[in-house]
């Protein structure tokens, strides 16, 4: 496991299983100079390369609509994201992310989970199906 702390999230990479962990760090909002800032996190540490995510937001972080809808619309996940797995650990957390997937749509599969290990099972069967 690849291993690097930034300053907004720590970030894990299972070469193995090419799946990206995205840890967030906990109570703050995350506008937009953030979410931009966050996503150069991951072309600085993975590259352009194909991978699926686990994005853990635990259970005290809450965003923009503006930091949400950049999410959505990035480029770079669009072409090298293969899937989001959200890791959502309070009621808040979840009802954004569920309006962020059901409204905000975005551009890549992305399904909620309460823990990592439901969320790579998930991750891997996408992989699977993406590879035929």
Not at 15 to 36: A, C, G
Not at 37 to 47: D, K, P, R, V, W
């Amino acid at each position: 496991m690849i291993v690097k702390q930034f300053p907004l999230a720590l970030l894990e990479y299972d070469e193995s299983k090419n799946i990206l962990f995205f840890r967030v760090k906990q109570d703050q909002e995350v506008d937009v100079d953030q979410i931009k800032e966050m996503l150069s996190y991951t072309e600085e540490f993975i590259g352009k390369k194909r991978h699926s995510c686990v994005v853990d937001f635990g259970g005290s972080l809450t965003s923009t609509t503006e930091a949400r809808k950049i999410y959505a619309d990035s480029g770079y996940l669009e072409s090298y994201r293969i899937a989001d797995a959200f890791i959502v650990r309070s009621l808040g957390v979840r009802i954004v992310a569920n309006f962020f997937i059901n409204v905000t749509k975005p551009k890549v599969k992305t399904k909620l989970f309460v823990s990592d290990k439901e969320a790579v099972a998930w991750l891997e069967s996408v992989m699977i199906k993406e590879s035929v």
